[in-house]
């Protein structure tokens, strides 16, 4: 589907530009974005250092042992496909299967979005301080995205268009309305593949290979603290335990919050970029429960249970719904590995969980009565007894991945915020680029935000002889 | 076989009559038909009364007068203090707003002024006939064109916090977003801001209003020189190579060329056959009228002023989610404006057009739960009332973004030649404002010349 584009990719290395600095890239995360970007730089030549909070890299894609024995991927089960052009690229060929097929129509707007974002990493970005990510983020793009049309319909209202399965697992996880226009744009973002063995962490794992393969540098338990800038660009990174380090450029698969509200001093970023920062709206309400059980269970396939008529408003409220909406998937059936024999690994996929509780924070009683409620919804399917549950509310998810209230989307799936609305790989510090799931592809497709950012990187490089030259 | 009318008009709303009086000037034969026995009153806050209609028919020499261009917003909530928004009163409204929030007192001259400043623009595409094509072509600015794109997809919540931080503030101007049954979310309802804003520069907002009740229907009856005839309902419109004429209830056929319909397009389409009407909204405003006893004095606030019930923002999405299910919305979302000291006219734009227990159950609670909603700022009004009028919503079209951003001749034609709309749907965000009875007059006289 791309080809002009990776043709570029591997331009001749002899018109590198040496950057007197310690590093060409930093890149922050070391998340499917983060591995892919780095795979993509350190091939092309570049000294880069991807900065790890966690001891591991993956990010989501990651599987755990839960329970002595008992396997499962703690943030999401199935992931966003990438256009499988990139697939070899990405070396994830043959790892991942689509499990349930977005409609045609989708799955083209889908394609024509994901190369409408790796085209405008590839346009040379015109110049002028601060004027970038002011064009990107609030005037929008001038030509219509795939999908404008959609704005105006509600996933009900496709429902009959793009069939049974989609919008259910599309909506998992998300709190959503199915009932009110714009919700159809979620089935842009609808997770349609998984891992045929291993969980999602055969991804990372996998991906994490390739990066090293082609040179990159991984630092794990190193926390950023700070974007360094100097002469109105990015110019290196603070750690957490203080140490700086000098890189010519940056990407971060942060969120869009996090970067720019987290990473830097807000008297260095101008007034309207920092409004645009936090008039960001973040999504999530997802929260997980890996259940080990000790027989396989019933259903052999994913299982959504609809929500109560209050879940929405007890979301809203920052109440914990009595009915949430879940999807259950019995993940050990379609692959043994992840549960020793005769066992059996569920996962649920809870809508509508408020990261931020109204009666104060997220206890163990709390997290105790979300996994009761959520068995009591499941009491029809006579769930085989149960050996040991994990309980991930939002809160675990922004601890550990980083992202601002647990939202795997980097942002609410709404309509001005989809797509086109979108912040590109680039952004109006010079040198600093975004490729984490607030950044246009995010959602879309794993590991392209983190691809399309790595373009974006080496064209300024190709078109302005020295990013040096800025400050 | 000649038709004895050029035109029939359906029901004398503000539209019909200024439909028939504008077609009548041009020299048309007219009938106007209308279901009751004497035209029906539009009640209810005027947002503005279209000031060409009000020019070509002369209406200022039959009574009617504009006093006040500005109808001021009050927003009660549980401080004690109402908060006063008004635009000709820029300062004062600083003054209140800084009160509650200084950062909302900066924000709030800005705010407006970009508001306007889109409502000026985009009101020459929305309120002309000849309009057509993309409404952003009208936007020259390649930033304002931006700021469109960007409006039209977001929800009103989302665009209104962009800007104010108190939720206060914000839910006061949240109401306005939600008339056409749009979710505070819902991509259409910022749009729908910036509809009203246009709508209100564009005549004089609240004028109507100080002047005695009834004297917009009088004041358009008078000036109707076409023929009405009372108490004639419709049972179908006549269609052969569009719209033919009209059978009534009596068996009566009125044969002419074009037919105009106040009704809703659901209404009207089904009146004239069609197959699958427009699909209907679940969400719509009702009205209450509470007539009051002598003794009660109503607080001066409410002079020349609209009152809104301010809820939490989250309080209008869980209002939607209700009607949506045909719940009766608690809190109810309510605004009123005072009609003179006896007659108080409420507003709740999220209330179920299909509730689950039926309309006429719903009537009395649905009367007690707005009185409830002002017992803290009205009190001693529910010894007061004297009589209590519900008006359930109507099964409009469904509307939104595709409605908002549709030229007026989209909105005024039907599927069938020679049946025009002219009735409140044929504007997306509800008013009196007769501007669809002089689209549909504008058509109707194009297509019979």
Redesign the interface.
């Known amino acids: 589907m791309f080809p002009p584009f990776l043709l570029r990719v591997f331009y001749p290395k002899d018109r590198r530009d040496s950057l007197s600095v310690q590093y060409d890239v930093a890149i922050i995360g070391a998340g499917a974005d983060g591995l892919a970007a780095a795979m993509l730089l350190a091939r092309a030549g570049r000294r880069v250092v991807v900065l790890e909070r966690a001891p591991h890299a993956g990010g989501r894609c990651v599987t755990s042992e839960f329970s002595p024995g008992f396997l499962a991927s703690p943030y999401a089960d199935t992931l966003a496909t990438p256009p499988p052009s990139l697939l070899p690229l990405l070396g994830l060929s043959g790892l991942i299967e689509d499990f349930a097929p977005v409609g045609a129509d989708i799955a083209r707007r889908r394609g024509r979005a994901l190369a409408r974002v790796l085209e405008a990493a590839l346009a040379p970005a015109p110049r002028g301080l601060w004027q970038r990510l002011k064009a990107q983020l ?3 793009d ?1 030509r219509p995205w795939p999908g404008a049309d959609w ?2 319909q509600s996933i009900a209202g496709l429902r009959a268009h793009a069939g049974q399965n989609d919008w259910r697992t599309a909506l998992a996880g998300r709190a959503t ?1 199915p ?4 919700s159809a744009l979620t089935l842009f973002a609808a997770p349609q593949s998984r891992v045929s063995r291993g969980g999602l962490g055969t991804v990372g794992a996998a991906l994490q290979a390739r990066a090293l393969r082609a040179g990159a540098e991984l630092r794990f338990g190193q926390e950023v603290a700070e974007i360094l800038l100097a002469r109105g660009g990015a110019c290196g990174l603070a750690l957490g335990d203080g140490t700086r380090l000098e890189a010519g450029a940056v990407i971060s698969t942060l969120d869009l919050k996090r970067t720019f509200l987290g990473l830097f001093r807000w008297s260095d970023l101008p007034p309207a970029m920092l ?1 645009a920062a936090g ?1 960001w ?1 973040m999504g999530g309400g997802r929260a997980r429960l890996l259940l080990a059980l000790e027989a396989p269970p019933s259903f052999t396939k994913p299982f959504f249970v609809p929500g109560g ?1 209050d879940a ?2 007890q979301f ?2 920052g109440v914990l719904p009595d009915q949430p909406p879940l999807l259950a998937d019995p993940v050990s059936v379609r692959d043994p590995s992840l549960a020793p024999a005769g066992k059996a690994v569920v996962t649920l996929t809870l809508s509508a969980i408020p990261m931020r509780l109204f009666d104060g924070d997220w206890t163990q009683e709390k997290r105790e009565a979300l996994l009761a409620r959520a068995l009591a919804r499941l009491s029809c399917l006579n769930l085989p007894p149960l050996r040991a549950a994990a309980t991930i509310v939002p809160p675990d998810m922004e601890d550990a991945l980083g992202l601002t209230g647990g939202d795997l989307d980097g942002g609410e799936l ?3 915020q989809m797509l ?2 979108r912040p590109g790989a680039r952004t109006n510090v010079p040198g600093l680029y975004l490729a984490g799931p607030s950044s246009a592809a995010g959602p879309l497709g794993l590991g392209v935000a983190g691809l399309a950012a790595a373009l974006a990187l080496m064209t300024d490089l190709s078109a302005q002889p020295s990013i040096e030259r800025v400050r | 076989m000649s038709a004895r009318y050029d035109v029939l008009v359906i029901g004398a709303s503000v539209g019909g009559l200024a439909a028939a009086s504008l077609l009548a000037k041009r020299g048309a034969r007219v009938l106007l038909l209308e279901e009751l026995l004497a035209p029906p009153e539009p009640s209810g806050p005027l947002f503005a009364l279209d000031p060409l209609l009000v020019k070509a028919l002369q209406l200022e020499q039959y009574g009617l007068g504009f006093r006040r261009r500005d109808l001021k917003l009050v927003s009660w909530d549980e401080e004690d203090e109402p908060l006063l928004l008004s635009r000709d009163e820029p300062r004062a409204t600083a003054r209140a707003l800084a009160r509650i929030s200084r950062a909302d007192a900066h924000a709030w001259g800005p705010f407006q002024a970009g508001l306007f400043a889109q409502a000026r623009a985009l009101r020459r595409w929305w309120f002309h006939p000849h309009s057509g094509g993309d409404a952003a072509a009208v936007l020259a600015n390649p930033v304002a064109r931006g700021r469109f794109a960007r409006e039209c997809l977001m929800g009103a919540d989302a665009f209104l916090a962009r800007e104010l931080e108190t939720p206060r503030l914000v839910a006061a101007l949240l109401h306005d977003a939600l008339g056409g049954g749009l979710a505070p979310s819902e991509p259409g309802s910022a749009l729908a801001l910036i509809w009203r804003a246009a709508q209100e520069m564009a005549g004089q907002q609240g004028a109507v209003m100080l002047a005695q009740h009834g004297s917009v229907g009088m004041a358009l009856k008078a000036a109707c020189d076409a023929e009405l005839r009372f108490g004639a309902t419709v049972t179908e419109i006549m269609i052969s190579r569009g719209a033919a004429g009209v059978r009534l209830a009596d068996g009566d056929t009125i044969a002419a060329r074009a037919v105009i319909s106040s009704l809703t397009r659901v209404q009207t389409e089904k009146l004239a056959g069609l197959e699958r009407p427009a699909p209907t909204r679940a969400v719509g405003e009702a009205q209450i009228v509470l007539t009051l006893s002598e003794d009660f004095v109503l607080p001066p606030v409410l002079d020349g002023a609209r009152a809104v019930l301010a809820l939490a923002p989250e309080d209008y999405a869980d209002a939607h989610e209700a009607a949506r299910a045909g719940r009766l919305p608690s809190p109810l979302p309510l605004s009123l404006v005072a009609e003179g000291p006896r007659r108080l006219v409420l507003t709740a734009p999220l209330a179920p057009v299909a509730p689950q227990e039926g309309w006429a159950a719903l009537q009395a609670p649905f009367a007690a739960a707005a009185v409830h909603g002002l017992r803290r700022h009205l009190p001693g009004l529910p010894a007061a009332l004297t009589g209590v009028t519900v008006t359930p919503p109507k099964a409009l079209a469904r509307a939104g973004l595709v409605q908002l951003l549709a030229p007026a001749l989209t909105r005024a034609t039907t599927r069938v030649d020679g049946l025009y709309l002219c009735g409140e749907e044929a504007e997306p965000v509800p008013s009196v404002s007769g501007r669809a009875g002089r689209f549909a007059a504008y058509f109707a006289a194009r297509a019979l010349q």
């Open positions: 609030l005037a929008g001038a704005a105006d309305d009932d009110l226009s714009g409004r008039a709206r008529e929405r408003r809203r409220h709404a309509p001005d086109g609305f």
